[in-house]
């Protein structure tokens, strides 16, 4: 059941008569449920013609929005045909496509279409955007999005949000452009605190979970730049420790393969207290050595460190997975033929990675043990790019980062196993 709209919620459906209407802003500020109610009335009243709803992916866009619409009109007016690219929505039948590569324009090439809904648009290619503008050729034709702030260069707002005709702000006045060359376009601005229905609770929760970058993006809905420390959170007297609990769960290696480059395997589990903990360190660096191992000697080496390690009078851990760097084929391919179990790609997403690692810093979910040097080493200079940021991408610069890659395949490849104990921490913590 949705909740009344009231304030800008409602104010921005009101406003979305434009071409192109696009909520933008924090999470959980109610920019879905917002913009999706205007959508669903388009499908009902807007021109006939064809329509498209798009994500990063269509999983994404299925999860995101669709679930969403399910949970609001029912299975029988939402029906989504997985493998069709299909929705039907109250009988009206709309495509839907990812959007997640440079490739996706070729998609909508040579549609006529009527309507767009558009989730995650920071997400996708600018080629895609601009095609898919030229594909909405159907008199009264508009299109309605969502997104989360990115960098201020990010070509979505340097293009497209601050040239829009219309812009309802953060804190609640609405401007509207002289410039006659100001583009078709409504921008509706969301902060954290713009949704009245969200508990105080888990509001303050949300508050202490990001922090830094994502906090002026995700709480405070801010276009801000990537720069600095990317772990600003990171704290030695908080987020270290000598001594560590009984470990309940060996969840995984994250594992960063280098040859020329250091080699870094982290060992992390899941204490009694039910929070995370990088309990031990694998690290070689060859030029350092002046010893370059081969795959095998490598897996040799990880088999040998698991089998040492020593926790409350308890030799040798197996742990759930072992996450490898994804262009490490050869070394996965040498683990499995030694019999080595739950070898997987990491979860290589870079910018939702560091988002999941900041997180367990931020809600002081994850400690790390002091013997872990190189981790320790890397975590307070690991940097954003600052030339990369004035290009409107959000990259950390490539030095020294080899552990605090192999922090983020493990724990953003088990996000989904921990990710729950981030609320219950800053619960007990309150």
Known sequence: ??????????????????????????????KTVSSILVWLKYIRTGPPGALLMVGKTERTLKRNILDVIVEMVGVKRCK???????????GRTIYVAGANDERAADKI?????????????????????????????????QWYG???????????????????????????????STDPKALDLHRFSFSLDDNPYLPAQYVA???????????????????????????????????????????????????????????????????????????????????????QLTDAQYSLAVREWLGAYRHRGQQGVTPQWIFVDPSAASFMTQLWSDGVQGVAKANNDVK??????????????????????????????????????????DKPLKIDDHSVDALRYGLHSTVHDWRHLVRANLEVAA
């Open 1 to 30: 059941m949705v909740s009344p709209l009231v304030g800008k919620q409602l104010r921005a459906t009101q406003l979305a008569t434009a071409r192109g209407n696009l909520w933008e802003g924090a999470v959980r500020s109610s």
């Open 80 to 90: 989504y045909k997985a493998g069709a690219g299909e929705v039907v929505i109250f």
């Open 109 to 141: 090439k040579g549609m006529t279409l009527a309507g767009a809904y558009l989730d995650e648009v920071t997400t996708f290619p600018e080629s895609f955007f601009s095609m898919l503008g030229t594909r909405l050729s159907v008199a009264g034709a």
């Open 146 to 176: 969502t997104t989360n702030p990115e960098g201020p260069n990010h070509w979505l707002k340097k293009k497209f949000l601050d040239r829009a005709r219309l812009h309802l702000r953060r804190d609640g006045t609405v401007v509207e």
């Open 205 to 291: 929760n949300l508050k202490l979970e990001y922090q830094g970058l994502f906090y002026k993006r995700f709480v405070l809905g801010e276009w801000c730049l990537a720069e600095g420390v990317v772990y600003d959170m990171f704290d030695d007297s908080r987020h270290v420790v000598d001594v560590l609990p009984e470990i309940r769960h060996w969840m995984c290696v994250g594992l960063d393969y280098g040859t020329i480059n250091p080699f870094s395997a982290l060992l992390i589990g899941i204490g009694t207290d039910e929070r995370l903990y990088v309990a031990s360190e694998y690290r070689h660096d060859s030029r350092a050595e002046r010893r």
């Open 352 to 393: 939702d990675g560091i988002r999941s690692v900041g997180v367990a810093f931020g809600a002081n979910l994850l400690s790390v043990h002091r013997s872990c040097a190189g981790l320790l080493a890397e975590l307070p200079a690991y940097a954003w790019d600052p030339k990369a940021a004035e290009a409107g991408e």
